[in-house]
């Protein structure tokens, strides 16, 4: 009886572990997900700075 209950324990605490590790891993790749949509933001607003300089800077010439 003492063993039926070790076990089931144990299996208990395996599922609690894999649950665990299953939201680690999937909050990895959300993180993972929002790093690239950062870079590409920060891309698109760098090239809309860029095409805002130019704009300002022909400006200023006439």
């Not at 894999?18 to 590409?40: C, F, Y």
């Not at 891309?43 to 805002?52: D, E, G, T």
Request: net charge negative; glycine share 4%; aromatic share 0%.
């Amino acid at each position: 009886m003492a063993d039926d209950n070790n076990i089931s324990a144990l299996d208990r605490i395996d599922r609690a572990i894999m649950r665990i590790e299953s939201i680690v891993k999937g909050q990895a790749e959300a993180d993972a997900a929002l790093s690239r949509r950062h870079e590409a933001l920060r891309h698109r607003v760098s090239q809309a700075i860029a095409a805002l300089d130019t704009i300002i800077d022909q400006g200023s010439d006439a």
